[in-house]
């Protein structure tokens, strides 16, 4: 089995910085895109971005120029730089992975992580 797991996540005044780290564990042979979505309140879940092993990066447009994605693909994690926060960033964000496990490759997600923006 396979397993997303978030950390980073808190309370940052706005205009501040938190980095978001996402490592998969378990029976891995290969990971073909991971990435973060989030979820505010009353919301559904949305992109934030994705990367794909080859290093294709994918943002929403809302976050392009303030959040960065970036993956060590030896350590099977994915990290969100996230600047220039703002009080709408606040959500819940998710981790994503398409995973080879045994067989084809499957959907796996974290747990989540709150990120709240506020002063």
């Known amino acids: 089995q396979v397993q997303l797991v978030e950390s980073g996540g808190g309370l940052v005044q706005p205009g501040g910085s938190l980095r978001l780290s996402c490592a998969a564990s378990?029976?891995?042979?290969?990971?073909?895109?991971m990435g973060w979505y989030r979820q505010a309140p009353g919301k559904q879940r949305e992109l934030v971005a994705t990367v794909t092993s080859g290093g294709e990066r994918n943002y929403s447009d809302s976050m392009k120029g303030r959040f960065t994605i970036s993956r060590d693909n030896a350590k099977n994690t994915v990290y969100l730089q996230m600047n220039s926060l703002k009080p709408e960033d606040t959500a819940v964000y998710y981790c994503y992975g398409r995973i080879y496990g045994f067989g084809q490759p499957r959907d796996y997600w974290g747990q989540g992580t709150q990120v709240t923006v506020s002063s």
């Open positions: 378990g029976t891995i042979f290969s990971i073909v895109v």
